[in-house]
C-alpha cells in the first residue's frame, strides 16, 4: 500500500482509503450515494440539509435524512445561519441517524444560503465559526467536520485562520474547496492555498476542486499534503472514477474507462434504487439529469437524452436505456472528453 492510499480517519472513524465523495446538493442522496460507495470511496457525504427543516421535522427534510447501512462510513452536512438551529439539528443528527459523522457547511455559495448568514457566509468571520463550530462540538457524541472554501473573494482570504479556528472550536476534520465564493464554480482552484491551510492546522485535511482525474487526484495529494482527496463533479454519472482514483493511488496502475453497456448497467441500477427511495414520479424527474451524466460519450446519447428527457414514467426510462443498449456493440469503448 503506497503512501497516497493510506488510512485516514476523523475522530474514531477509519477510512479504508483517501478518496472521498463530495456533498453536492440536490444529487448525492443515498441512491447516488450507495452507489458511490460500491465503487470505493473511503468516505461519502450526504448533500446539505437545512438545520431548520429538521427542527421543523419539514417532511421533504426528514426524508433527505435516509442512510442505508451500506454506505459506511458517511458524513452527514448540515447548514445554518443561528447557532440554537443548528446546535439542536446537529443534536438529532447525532442521536437519531447513523450517520457517523457530522459536518457543517461553511462553502455554499449560492445567494439564498448566503441570505440566511449561512454557507459561505461564515467564511468573512473567524471568530463566527469558532463559536458556532465549538457550540456543536459541546452537544454532541459523533465527531464534527467543516467543509469550507478559501475565502470569500480574493480580498478576504481568511482559510488559514478559519481553518485554526475550526481547529480550535473542536473540528476533527475539515474539507477545503480551493475556491472562493465569488469564483462560485469558475475559474482555478488554488491548491497552493489548500497546503497553507493544512501546514497550519494538526487535524486531517481534505482537499477538493479540479480533481477530475485519478492523476489529478495523486498530484493534489502530493502538492497539499492533504490527507483526503474529494470528488464532486468527476463523480457525475461517472462513479468509475472513484474507482479508478482509488485503484490508481494504490498500485500506479490506470485502468481503461468504463464501456459503454457498463455505463448504462450502472445507470439502470442507480434509477432502481432512486425509485425505491422516492417514489416513480419524483425519480423519473431525478434521473432525467443523471441519465444524461451516465450517457456522457455514448454513441447515440443525442438522441436517448432527448428521450429521456421526455419521459414521464419508469417503463418509458428504462425502454429508452434498453433501446440504447441494444443498439451499441457489447464492449465497445466509451469516448471519454477530457476537460
Known sequence: M????????????????????????????????LTVKEFGAGLVYAEMISDKGIVQKNNKTMDMLHIDEREYPL??????????TLVEAAKYVDQYTNAD?????MGCPVNKIIKCEAGAKWLLDPNKIYEMVSAV???????????????????HLFGVENAQAAERAGAAAIAVHGRTRVQMYEGKA?????????????????????????????????????????IGRAALGNPWMIYRTVHYLETGELIAEPTASEKITVCRLHFERLLALKGESVAVREMRKHASWYLKGVRGNGK???????????????????????????????????V
Request: proline share 4%; aromatic share 4%; with cysteine.
Open 101 to 105: 459523522i457530522i459536518d457543517i457547511n
Open 190 to 230: 488554488n491548491w497552493d492555498m489548500i497546503r497553507q491551510m493544512k501546514e497550519a492546522v494538526n487535524i486531517p485535511v481534505i482537499g477538493n476542486g479540479d480533481v477530475e482525474t485519478p492523476q489529478d487526484a495523486k498530484r493534489m495529494l502530493e502538492s497539499t499534503g492533504v490527507d483526503g482527496v474529494m
Open 2 to 33: 503506497t503512501n497516497q492510499q493510506a488510512p485516514f480517519q476523523i475522530g474514531d472513524i477509519v477510512m479504508d482509503n483517501r478518496v472521498v465523495l463530495a456533498p453536492m446538493a440536490g444529487v448525492c442522496n443515498s441512491a447516488f450515494r
Open 75 to 84: 458524513s452527514l452536512q448540515i447548514f445554518g445561519g443561528e447557532k440554537d
Open 137 to 155: 462540538v459541546d452537544a454532541v457524541d459523533k465527531p464534527v467536520s467543516v467543509k469550507m472554501r478559501l475565502g470569500w473573494d480574493e480580498e
Open 304 to 338: 436517448a437524452r432527448n428521450l429521456i428527457n421526455k419521459t414521464e414514467t419508469a417503463v418509458e426510462l428504462v425502454s429508452v436505456l434498453n433501446s440504447l443498449a441494444d443498439e451499441l456493440v457489447e464492449g465497445e469503448l466509451l469516448q471519454v472528453n477530457a
